[in-house]
């Protein structure tokens, strides 16, 4: 006996998850030192950027040894060794 289940996904829903496995990952760049160095690279980045298209969002990747055990929910990005930069294209407003 075989048992045969049918679903029926709306076409928006259909499309929708088809454009959300072919995006690019969030973040692009990664393990940029979090000193002056790093942030003029970030810096340089926003000024260069089409941000009418697009979006950055600058977060902290690793813990400082110093503050270990201090935070629950993630650290803020000078409680961290090196940054993450995200590129998000905006959408339509």
């Given at each position: 006996m075989q048992l045969t289940?049918?679903?029926d996904i709306p076409e928006a829903q259909a499309q929708e998850?088809?454009?959300d496995t072919t995006k690019a990952p969030r973040y692009q760049f990664?393990?940029?030192p979090n000193n002056a160095e790093g942030w003029a690279f970030v810096e340089g980045l926003k000024k260069y950027l089409n941000r009418d298209r697009y979006q950055v969002l600058v977060k902290g990747q690793h813990i400082t040894e110093q503050a270990k055990g201090r935070y629950r929910y993630g650290q803020p990005i000078k409680a961290s060794t090196h940054l993450r930069?995200?590129?998000n294209?905006?959408?339509?407003k």
């Open positions: 289940i049918t679903i998850r088809q454009s990664a393990e940029i930069v995200y590129i294209e905006r959408g339509d």
